[in-house]
């Protein structure tokens, strides 16, 4: 069993516009990063996110961007391996042009281990990314935060 997810969604917005709202820190912190993000998503950085449901700030590694395309990023599983050591899964997020400057928001992550836990946190993280997208839309379209006060 290869323990991966794609979610994906659509954004009345053009593609810069969506892109920014994503590796800009400022913006992102707006209606994703309930505890804020400190650091511009670049190839080759490492930036922090912050959760208020899941406290304590993220390392996250950019391995790879394609401005306005594609971002690339490595950060902690939430379980360990069978040694007790840490691991990381990959997130690719695509944007891709639409008619009427939509875009194409895409997300997959991928790269746990094979385990009840590695099961469970996949699907959690599937979750967030969802919630993530839906956030994203109503931010970039709208202005509004769905995630402000939802988990304090």
Known sequence: MDLRFKVSGRIARPIHDVFEAVANPDKLSGYFTT?????????GATVT?????????????????????RIVLRWEAADRDEAGR??????T??????????????????GWLETAEGVKNSYSNCGGWMQMLCSLKAYVEHGINLRDGMFK
Do not use: C, H, N, Q
């Not at 840490?86 to 997130?91: E, K, L, M, Q, W």
């Open 49 to 69: 996110w912050d959760f208020a449901d899941f406290p304590g700030a993220f390392p996250v590694k950019v391995e790879e961007m394609d401005a306005p395309r």
């Open 86 to 91: 840490p691991y990381d899964t990959t997130v």
């Open 93 to 110: 997020m695509t944007f891709a042009p639409l008619d009427g400057d939509r875009t194409l928001v895409t997300i997959s992550e991928e």
């Open 35 to 43: 505890g804020g993000a400190k650091g511009r998503l670049e190839a």
